[in-house]
């Protein structure tokens, strides 16, 4: 692998930061303290091409290479982990899912709106009963004439209260278990489709997450997602991509909280001198550049396995965990190294340090991660 930028890199890496810089940076606060969901930043991303990053042209996507969207996603998380984390998980959840697995006329019929930000999408496996459980959900989907039923909820569903779109896994056989599971396209306004409750989080607060409630609704049997039995299959194919997303998130993060910090270092003064002529600031600046370099190589690789075709999914894992971690790391340094005022709203590693704990909980926590890569060491 050629771990340099290239020019089409750089080129997608300017625009994003520039984004970020000039129409990001100066909302972050106020959607931070409302919660409110950012829809006009996000329809100005659908215009730049960001909401369908990887998809073909063909249906509306950017044709952009996995590389180029880890770069956009850690650009925009140096900024706001919020936008960053509605751009990642509408390119690789819901979208994702239906570009892998959708029919061509299922792709021919979301797709499109989707890569444009005309829509928002929305991926539902994780049930207040299973989390890291995934295989052990109970929302149901009995067949019923020419369709299926769904009854049941899912929890901490992203975009849950925005999107239009929603890709939904239901057990559709109990008696095969995980073999059992399916994957079907729902439509906000489907009768007996209702969302409940906007989660009030410790960060990301901008980022839309919500319960979704599922009372007898009806779905039209060309809304089955592949063949009855395969979901929760496409669900683990879909959260290796998921978990490359992540770790640019952390990257970026780690990387905000860098930057931050050397300007910081540089302007405060404690006994004559800028603390970052203090060895203690020193080590700290050059343990987190390290660590962040490391993260960012780990996640590139894995995006370059992905983008040439070839198995990626424990370089996946190692990217996330390694990222997630060496991020909250990071924001936990820069807030020391702010000292006093790091504990405050007035400076971003505040809020930066509140956002990135996520990182190390969605698309599989830190251990599930340890787990998957453990299983590959050991060939379970």
Not at 97 to 108: D, T, W
């Amino acid at each position: 692998m050629d771990f340099q930028i290239t020019d089409s890199m750089r080129a997608v890496q300017d625009v994003a930061r520039t984004f970020a810089e000039n129409e990001i940076r100066p909302l972050v606060m106020k959607y931070d303290e409302s919660q409110e969901f950012p829809v006009d930043l996000i329809m100005k991303l659908g215009g730049l091409g960001f909401m369908g990053m990887t998809w073909p042209t063909e249906l509306g996507g950017a044709g952009l290479s996995d590389l180029e969207m880890t770069v956009v996603i850690e650009e925009l998380a140096r900024v706001d982990p919020s936008v960053a984390l509605t751009v990642a998980s509408h390119n690789s959840l819901c979208s994702g899912h239906l570009v892998m697995f959708g029919s061509e006329e299922q792709k021919r019929r979301y797709v499109p709106d989707l890569a444009a930000g005309r829509a928002l999408g929305a991926w539902a496996l994780t049930e207040p009963g299973s989390g890291s459980d995934s295989g052990g959900m109970r929302t149901t989907a009995m067949r019923e004439g020419d369709g299926w039923v769904l009854n049941g909820s899912k929890t901490f569903i992203t975009q849950g209260s925005v999107a239009s779109t929603y890709v939904v896994m239901a057990v559709s056989d109990p008696a095969l278990g995980k073999k059992g599971i399916s994957a079907f396209i729902l439509e906000k306004g489907m009768e007996g489709f209702h969302v409940g409750k906007k989660e009030s989080k410790l960060g990301v607060r901008a980022s839309d997450t919500a319960t979704l409630m599922f009372d007898h609704v009806r779905v039209p049997a060309a809304n089955l997602i592949g063949a009855p039995g395969e979901g929760f299959r496409q669900a683990l194919r879909v959260l290796d991509g998921g978990r490359i997303g992540i770790a640019a998130l952390s990257v970026g993060i780690a990387q905000g909280a860098l930057d931050a910090s050397l300007a910081y270092a540089k302007e405060r003064r404690q006994f004559n001198r800028p603390i970052a002529d203090f060895q203690a600031i020193q080590w700290k600046l050059a343990d987190m550049a390290t660590e962040i370099a490391a993260a960012r190589l780990l996640t590139h690789r894995a995006a370059d396995l992905k983008r040439r075709g070839e198995p990626y999914a424990i370089a996946a894992s190692e990217a996330k965990l390694f990222a997630s971690e060496a991020a909250v790391r990071a924001t936990g340094e820069a807030v020391q190294i702010h000292g006093g005022y790091g504990f405050t709203k007035d400076y971003p590693v505040e809020k930066l340090y509140r956002d990135v704990k996520l990182m190390t909980i969605g698309e599989g926590t830190s251990e599930i991660q340890r787990m998957v890569i453990a299983r590959s060491l050991l060939n379970y």
